[in-house]
C-alpha cells in the first residue's frame, strides 16, 4: 500500500542551525513529490516540487530538497534557520497509478533564539 | 491575484445538525479538492471536482458531500453532524487535474461540534 512517513514528529533547532526535515514514501514507480507548509492558524503553503530531472530542487524561502530514488527519499533541508521557519512541515506524494496525493502527517518545527 | 477563500472560518454546530463550507479558487483554477485536517488523523483527502463533476472520493462515509460550480466555486456538505466530524477542512484548488498539480490550499474552516 501507498505510504508516506515523516520519522520526526517535532524537530528544535537553533535560530542560524542547519535544518534537515525526513520523508520516506512507498511506491513502485518514481511519484511526484512535494514539501508544504502551515503556519499556525492558515493553510498549506507549496515550498517545492519534483516530477523529474534534477534531484536536487529548489524552493521558496531558501529550501531545497534532495530525491533519492535508491532510499525512496525526498528530504528537505535549510542551511540556516530562522525563527519565522517555525512551522508545521507536510511532504506529499501523488501517485498517477494510485490518483492521489497521499501527505505525511507532519514535522512540527520549532525554532529557539 | 486573490487566494483561495474558504466561508466561514469558524463554525460550532451541534450533533445532528448539518452544515455547508464553502470555497472559491484562484481565479482560472478548475480543480477543487476538500481535506479533512484532524490531530490524530492528520490531512485526509475528502474528495476532487473538476468541471462540477467529482473526480475523486477519499474513504468518507455518504453524510460528507460536495458540488461545484460553473465558476470553480465549491460547496461541502456534511450532514448529521457527529463529534468526530469536528476538524480543520482546507479547501485546495489547482489549475486542471491529477497528482502531478501543485495545489494552492486556504485557510479552513474550524468546525467544532458540541
Known amino acids: 500500500a501507498q505510504s508516506v512517513t515523516q520519522p520526526d514528529i517535532h524537530i528544535t533547532v537553533s535560530e542560524g542551525a542547519s535544518l534537515e526535515l525526513r520523508c520516506n514514501y512507498s511506491y513502485g514507480a518514481t511519484p511526484y513529490l512535494f514539501w508544504y507548509v502551515q503556519s499556525p492558524g492558515q493553510g498549506l503553503q507549496l515550498l517545492l516540487k519534483y516530477f523529474s530531472g534534477d534531484t536536487l530542487v529548489q524552493g521558496i524561502k531558501g529550501f531545497e530538497a534532495e530525491f533519492k530514488r535508491s532510499q525512496s527519499s525526498f528530504n528537505l533541508r535549510k542551511p540556516s534557520v530562522h525563527w519565522s521557519d517555525a512551522a508545521e512541515y507536510f511532504c506529499a506524494v501523488g501517485s498517477t497509478s494510485y490518483d492521489k496525493v497521499i501527505f505525511g502527517p507532519g514535522t512540527s518545527l520549532s525554532v529557539i533564539p | 491575484k486573490a487566494g483561495v477563500t474558504q466561508t466561514p472560518r469558524y463554525l460550532i454546530k451541534t450533533r445532528g445538525q448539518q452544515v455547508t463550507l464553502s470555497c472559491s479558487p484562484i481565479?482560472?483554477?478548475?480543480?477543487v479538492s476538500w481535506y479533512q485536517q484532524t490531530p490524530g488523523q492528520g490531512l485526509q483527502f475528502l474528495f476532487e471536482?473538476?468541471?462540477?463533476?467529482?473526480?475523486n472520493k477519499g474513504n468518507f462515509p455518504g453524510r460528507f458531500s460536495g458540488r461545484q460550480f460553473s465558476n470553480s466555486r465549491s460547496e461541502m456538505n456534511v450532514s448529521t453532524l457527529e463529534l468526530g466530524d469536528s476538524a480543520l477542512y482546507l479547501c485546495?484548488?489547482?489549475?486542471?487535474?491529477?497528482?502531478?498539480?501543485?495545489?494552492?490550499f486556504g485557510d479552513g474552516t474550524r468546525l467544532s461540534i458540541l
Open positions: 471536482y473538476f468541471s462540477e463533476t467529482q473526480r
Open positions: 485546495a484548488s489547482s489549475l486542471g487535474t491529477g497528482v502531478g498539480q501543485p495545489q494552492h
Open positions: 481565479s482560472g483554477h478548475r480543480s
